[in-house]
């Protein structure tokens, strides 16, 4: 997998203070989409073990409380991230107590594959749906278009 973005600290992308991370590679297309530059798989940088481990531990550090990790891009459900992130919401769950996950996915939770429900038995909240830009709404929150819906898994 690769990524285009990692924020440490970050306040805007789910509530309280997160880490916030925007995987490569999305076949959604969405129109209006202000994200195309993470749509190609090849996109950004290499998802290595140090990046993985580098998440961990900022989770696990005392000094700036985070409330957890989000996940966006791109699409973090792509079939070709599926087994990266999997491991990645694995460690955060059996190392990173009383984190929550919250994942945005252009996949509708409907139309989930087995693979991709194996990543969500990991996340506490899962943002999905497509962006449709006639449904645009600058007072949703969490969300960028009010066809896209917030689901709490646990
Ligand atoms: S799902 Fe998100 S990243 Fe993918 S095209 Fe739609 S708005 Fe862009």
Same mark, same amino acid.
């Given at each position: 997998m690769n990524f285009h973005k990692y924020y440490p600290v970050d306040v805007i992308n789910g509530p309280g203070t997160r880490c916030s991370l925007f995987v490569s590679g999305c076949?959604?297309?969405? *129109? #209006?989409?202000?994200?195309? !530059?993470?749509? *190609?798989?090849? !996109? #950004?940088?290499p998802f290595t073990q140090a990046e993985e481990d580098r998440i961990i531990a900022d989770l696990n550090d005392t000094r700036i409380k985070r409330r957890g990790l989000s996940l966006s891009g791109g699409d973090p459900l792509h079939p070709q991230n599926l087994s990266a992130v999997l491991q990645l919401v694995k460690r955060v769950v059996a190392e990173c107590d009383g984190k929550d996950i919250w994942l945005w996915s252009g996949y509708r939770l409907d139309e989930m594959t087995d693979a991709q429900r194996e990543v969500l038995a990991y996340v506490d909240v899962l943002v999905d749906g497509k962006f449709e830009q006639a449904l645009? #709404?600058?007072?949703l929150i969490w969300r960028g278009s009010s066809n896209q819906t917030i689901h709490y898994l646990k």
């Open positions: 076949e959604h297309a969405c *129109r #209006g989409c202000y994200n195309q !530059s993470t749509w *190609r798989l090849d !996109s #950004g940088l645009k #709404g600058a007072d």
